[in-house]
């Protein structure tokens, strides 16, 4: 059962806004954020750095997954963030820099 926040959509009108895009970023991102400027997204979720850059220029406000699990948090959806943050670094070989592990966790009030 889907969840009915959640719809699966292309950008149909930002066809030029998307090959623009896709000129410095891969497919994937050029389409997400078409997809969200065609939408007036208010949250754009892209975790590479020349996506959140990009995304941001056109306007739009960006979260990575670390931020999703932040305000997880900060929701009490989930009781940590390390052991999920870890999980995605092993299993899912999500690149994530030490320090950027590190701020993370202590925006969390977690430790190493």
């Known amino acids: 059962m889907r969840p009915n926040w959640r719809r699966t959509s292309r950008p149909s009108i930002n066809g030029s806004v998307r090959t623009a895009l896709s000129r410095d970023l891969d ?8 997809l969200a400027l065609e939408l007036s997204a208010e949250l754009i979720l892209i975790d590479e750095l020349d996506g959140r850059h990009q995304a941001r ?18 929701q009490r959806l989930i009781e940590a963030v390390k052991p999920l943050l870890d999980d995605l670094r092993l299993r899912a070989r999500f690149w994530l820099s030490h320090s950027v592990y590190e701020q993370v966790l202590a925006k969390a009030g977690e430790s190493l």
């Open 57 to 74: 220029r056109q306007g739009l406000t960006t979260m990575g997954v670390a931020g999703v699990l932040l305000l997880a948090k900060r």
């Open 27 to 34: 497919a994937g991102e050029a389409a997400s954020i078409a």
